[in-house]
């Protein structure tokens, strides 16, 4: 795209003649990318400046450089004359004007649905994407275990929500491959960091709030503040689903500006769920809505996941889906990667691997093994570091109500001392039902070896991961491999 084409109406300055005919074939705010014939924005961030790295970019390739100021000059560097360079105002709002535009518009030529909350994004995504295909639909998914190009293509994903740039590609390249749907989880770090602005959405879904990233955001106001720009943001014709169970949801109704479809279990609302029975093999209950009833049958164990599969429906119903189609979409989805997912075992004991790492996600995990289990439940679990700390003696609190048994162990320590977040961990526990083992592959034995025939051992924390991060080192940790391994030389 021509450079003129590019900023025309969003830029006013003149430009040179020598730098009309520039030809943009990259757009870019990272240095570490490839910037040949590419147009860089210079951002402020929270710990670097983008003004730091214009050197960098240059080196690799960059012909325009857009940032702030007017001055060519900087610490030991001045960009050359053959350089193109904008003075922008604002280098974030302009590089969020001139994004969508240099991929085509993308989410104009894509239905995307974004499903935000605390608890059961992931889920939700996996659902919906089930449906679609039963409809016959060709999906795309954007979200916290990776990105999704219909049912072949599968791309490792580095943040829940991608940044602004990484979202306009990811679309761009779903309208490339004749996706029709994109479903994504929509973090609220990503919406108050305007990473979701240029998506034009069809669909928005409200699971619920509870405690989480207060580092972030301080107070429950703000965590609520930055999901609902989601719901401002609407089009008087896309769809708003919203969990009337949960008060946040109900203060969603005066603010979306969607149409609304309610869901929930106990308050009035549009899809309900009604005769519940829960096993350890899933649930089962009744959907009524105001498209006619359907009877759900699924592998999904627990209340948070019928809260899951009524926020999947309930979006369904809005779109006019067919219910019968969607019923067995449900029924036909065995598992979500990490979360509630079970781990065959020949000792006869039953594992599950969960994402919770919230006071409410492992509430919510530990009431839906207990509601449908009168055995012993151990527990692994443990906290990240360099995150909410509020959190930490919360999740105690929960595991020493609703395990029989804990082990507290190391999860994303980062630049934390395991044994520091543990001690704020177990300041939570008011009952001597716990004990602590700081090698989490260590407590994964543990847990293991002490568990009986049918008994449950639910591992905590890190669900779909297959990492750790310990310091500034990622190393490997699959969990999955790991119960074999334990299991193996436990023999």
């Known amino acids: 795209m021509f450079l003129t084409e590019l900023i025309k109406g969003i830029y006013t300055k003149p430009l040179a003649e020598n730098f009309r005919k520039l030809e943009v074939s990259r757009l870019s705010c990272d240095s570490r990318e490839e910037q040949r014939n590419g147009l860089f924005v210079a951002l402020a961030g929270s710990k670097f400046n983008g003004e730091d790295f214009i050197k960098d970019a240059i080196e690799k390739g960059a012909m ?10 900087f610490k030991q560097f001045t960009i050359p004359s053959d350089i193109c360079v904008l003075d922008v105002e604002d280098p974030k709002l302009f590089l969020h004007s001139i994004g969508p535009r240099f991929y085509g518009n993308p989410s104009n030529k894509i239905r995307s649905i974004a499903v935000t909350g ?17 409809m016959s639909r060709r999906c795309g998914v954007i979200g916290t275990i990776n990105f999704r190009i219909g049912s072949g293509k599968i791309f490792p994903s580095k943040l829940t929500t991608p940044g602004f740039l990484d979202m306009q590609r990811n679309l761009a390249q779903l309208v490339t491959s004749k996706v029709e749907y ?14 979701l602005e240029g998506v034009n959405f069809t669909a928005a879904i409200f699971t619920n709030l509870t405690r989480d990233h207060l580092d972030y955001f301080k107070d429950m ?74 009877k759900i049958r699924s592998r999904f164990i627990g209340k948070h996941n019928v809260y899951n599969i009524l926020a999947a429906f309930a979006w369904a119903v ?23 997912e079970p781990v065959l075992n020949n000792k006869g004991i039953f594992i599950f691997i969960d994402y919770a790492h919230t006071d409410d996600g492992l509430f919510n995990v530990l009431t839906a093994l207990r509601a449908v289990s009168s055995e012993k439940i151990i527990l692994v679990f443990g906290c990240g570091g360099d995150r909410d700390r509020t959190k930490r003696p919360k999740m105690a609190q929960a595991a020493c109500m609703l395990a029989d048994h804990s082990i507290v162990t190391t999860d994303n320590s980062r630049s934390e ?9 177990i300041t939570g526990f008011t009952k001597n039902n716990y004990e602590v083992c700081v090698d989490r ?13 049918d008994q ?3 591992i905590a924390g890190k669900g779909h991961e297959d990492y750790q991060i310990i310091k500034d080192r990622t190393i490997p940790f699959n969990e999955r491999e790991i119960i074999k391994e334990c299991l193996l030389s436990q023999k």
Do not use: W
């Open 64 to 73: 325009v450089i857009a940032k702030q100021g007017e001055s060519r000059e």
């Open 118 to 134: 605390t608890n059961g994004k992931t889920t939700i995504t996996y659902l919906i994407e089930s449906i679609l295909h039963a």
């Open 182 to 195: 994109c479903v994504m989880e929509a973090s609220a770090h990503a919406l108050d960091q305007g990473r």
């Open 221 to 294: 106001d703000n965590y609520f503040r930055a999901k609902a720009i989601l719901f401002k943001g609407l089009s008087p014709s896309s769809a708003s689903i919203l969990n009337m169970d949960d008060e946040y949801g109900k203060m969603l109704l005066s603010m979306s500006k969607g149409k609304i479809t309610t869901y929930a279990i106990t308050y009035p609302a549009d899809v309900r769920a009604q005769n519940i029975k829960y096993s350890l093999n899933g649930c089962q209950f009744d959907i009524i809505s105001p498209k006619g009833e359907a």
């Open 318 to 340: 809005s779109q006019n889906f067919s219910l019968e189609l969607t019923s067995q979409a449900i029924e036909n989805l065995v598992h979500v990667p990490g979360r509630l």
């Open 417 to 425: 001392d395991p044994k520091a977040i543990i001690d704020e961990v």
């Open 441 to 453: 592959k260590e407590a994964i034995g543990r847990a293991l070896k002490l568990a009986k025939r």
């Open 456 to 458: 449950i051992v639910l």
